[in-house]
């Protein structure tokens, strides 16, 4: 933003010592491309941004343009939840908190459709909470709201594609038996309501006896056993 320009084929911009073409806009308007960091054989985060009319004489003006470190996301943890949603994602990755510089407003979007709000935890993790939704793999996403349709490449590199695995939670039919040893070794058989989600015991099933957890197997597609831990 300035004064005094004109449209003319002669527009530029420099960067550092870097030379790059501009567009004219309007009379108070450039919009210039920024050159790669490498372009430049930069060691510093700010240059000095100069423009011309004529590609020969630069304004004097000693605005700064920053070079941000490219936010990179690595994975997510964890990679499954409930259908019911409402469970915390984390987004692992490096200098993420370079994005709040750039993006004032960051969502996750699941499969498309489905856009909630990201906080920006450290430079090395965001969070997100999940949204309902039926069971099955979903694509997750991080864009700025305004800028859902354009490619996330834009503003992150990632490596691999995001995945998350919605499962639909396991109802308890019945147990047997409903008492046992106060010391433990009792083999609970647990009906459930619905079939054991081939992922969810992949990852592992357990059964919670109060706050002890203790490691179940699937015996069949509803119903798994497990053994109870001392009192």
Known sequence: HGDFFFPTNTVFCRFGGQVSTAEFVSKNILRCKSPKRSEINLHRENVVVQVSMNGLDY???HLSFRYLNFPQIHR???DYGWTRGNHTVEIIGANLDMIKSAHSNLYCQFDDTYFVPVNVLT???LICFTPVHQQGDVKIRITPFDDAENDQDDIFQEK???TYS???ALGIKKIFPRHGSVLGGTL???ETSNEVNLLLHNKGLCCSFGDQKVFANAILESLITCMTPPS
């Open 166 to 168: 919605y499962i639909e």
């Open 160 to 162: 691999g594609e995001l």
């Open 188 to 190: 609970v058989s647990v």
């Open 123 to 125: 430079s090395q993790k």
């Open 76 to 78: 997510i943890s964890p």
């Open 59 to 61: 304004s004097s003006s």
